[in-house]
């Protein structure tokens, strides 16, 4: 985790930061990266927004003025040009926010995926006018509510690990801001007011010298996948293994609010007692004489609101049984509510994603048993695309078998206004809904777990 932070301007320190205690003041937060200690020239990025339809190219007016941001800070302004805390000046469909707001991660990819990256980013966040789910709320939220924790991950970083591999990403307040850009004579208000008001990019570069440290600390913990098997009746099948998963972890809890415990009663506990009642369907059959050919195993995971971890230790360190004699994953995370977005005239839905672009006939299985056994749901391909930009397809535990091209159907009704909030309780959930859904799951499974031959890898791959 993040232990201490210095930032100094052509020699002289202007503000360092320890982690751990009180710090929400905002003046300068790490929000991600290792630790480093880097001394370079800045250049002022605009909003860091590459042009995807909105006519704004922060980069192509970087190449257009001559100007190498490779080993150098880059400095950007968080978030999108908006007229008021909803409302982007893009043209934006809805005049809503774009995930240059939402999502962290598509403001800082371009800097990550370039063989030429940046020495780090810093930042701009106290100008945004948005105070939920924006780039700088996500670093506030993150610095406050977890004391200081940057990341989890399986290996322990190193020169050769995630932490380095990664620009320092550092949040600063305008102020701070402000004296790394002096010797331009602008101010990032100035700044921001010129590229709200054009809609066109400002980018220039400052001949200040930039040294930012940052040092971490490296913690060890632990925490455990359960898992649970039973065993094919088949000779020959029984060495064949259909995984059905979810997720048992969630992200904590808020001390700052009265009741602080993120309940997470959708995400996951919806697909942790699914997992739990299929399980016990199965072996009830078993009991009663007529169990699966193929085995099953009843995968709960931790870690993965951390990175999909627990899923990668099972699949990257600890496959219990052989990854290529692991045919299908049924992977459950968030089956409980109605998500308000959702298309059809129906609140009996579940989102499939994976299933017909990774086998057809895993896909037409699921389809004949909601027939069959009456349960009548609208299967919904909505989010069923590699391209999506919410990238459900890799963005829970299926995807680690995915990558090992073991076909997985990924059973999802949506995300929600309490999703990874306090309020995403128990009372809450559509309990009735979510049962039909996991005997589909469960019937799926059965299926594939009986028949004489895998689910055949068709469609269109995995990648
Ligand atoms: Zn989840």
New binding site residues.
């Given amino acids: 985790k993040f232990d201490k932070a210095e930032l100094f301007l052509n020699g002289s320190e202007v503000a360092d930061h320890t982690f751990g205690g009180d710090q929400t003041d905002g003046s300068f937060l790490t929000m991600f990266g290792g630790s480093s200690d880097v001394t370079a020239s800045l250049v002022f990025a605009g909003y860091g927004i590459g042009n995807d339809g909105l006519g704004y190219d922060d980069f192509a007016a970087l190449e257009a003025a001559g100007i190498d941001y490779s080993g150098k800070w880059v400095m950007m302004l968080a978030d999108e040009p908006m007229k008021d805390a909803e409302t982007s000046l893009f043209p934006t469909e809805n005049n809503e926010v774009s995930a240059w707001t939402t999502s962290r991660f598509n403001k800082l990819r371009p800097f990550f995926q370039t063989e030429t990256p940046p020495a780090g980013i810093f930042v701009v966040g106290d100008l945004s006018m948005r105070q939920n789910g924006s780039v700088y709320d996500a670093a506030m939220a993150g610095a406050s509510s977890s004391a200081g924790v940057g990341s989890l991950s399986l290996e322990k970083p190193s020169g050769e690990g995630r932490g380095s591999r990664f620009p320092t990403v550092l949040n600063i307040s305008a102020d701070l801001a402000n004296k790394m850009i002096a010797s331009s004579g602008k101010t990032v208000q100035d700044v921001k007011a010129s590229i709200d008001s054009s809609l066109k990019p400002v980018v220039f570069e400052s001949d200040m010298s930039v040294r930012a440290s940052v040092a971490n600390i490296i913690v060890e913990t632990f925490s455990e996948n359960v898992l649970a098997f039973i065993e094919g009746s088949d000779p020959m099948l029984k060495d064949e293994y259909v995984v059905i998963s979810s ?1 048992y972890d ?1 992200v904590g809890m808020n001390d700052s609010e009265e009741d602080g415990i993120f309940n ?1 009663a959708d ?2 506990g919806s ?1 942790t007692v699914s997992v739990l009642e299929i399980a016990e369907a199965f072996q009830k059959a078993k009991n009663d004489g007529n169990g699966p050919r193929r085995s099953v195993i009843f995968l709960n995971v931790s870690g ?2 951390k990175g999909l971890l627990g899923s990668a230790f099972y699949t990257d360190y600890e496959p219990v049984v052989p990854l290529e004699k692991t045919v299908t994953n049924l992977n459950i ?2 089956i409980g509510r109605i998500d308000p977005t959702h298309p059809g005239d129906t609140d009996d839905y579940v989102y499939i994603i994976g299933s017909n672009l990774v086998s057809q006939e895993l896909h037409d299985i699921n389809i004949r048993v909601n027939e069959i056994i009456g349960t009548d749901l609208d299967l919904n391909e909505r989010f069923n695309s590699k391209d999506d930009p919410n990238q459900f397809y890799r963005r ?1 535990d299926h995807w680690n078998f995915g990558k090992n091209n073991i076909p997985f159907i990924f059973f999802f009704t949506g995300t929600h206004d309490d999703y990874h909030g306090v309020d995403d309780e128990p009372d809450k959930i559509e309990y009735e809904r979510m049962a039909r859904i996991a005997q589909v799951i469960f019937g799926t499974a059965w299926q594939v777990a009986n028949q004489d031959t895998k689910p055949e890898v068709t469609g269109q791959g995995f990648n």
Avoid: C
Wanted: no cysteine.
């Fill in positions: 997720h969630h997470g995400d996951d697909g993965e609101e995370d968030m829970s």
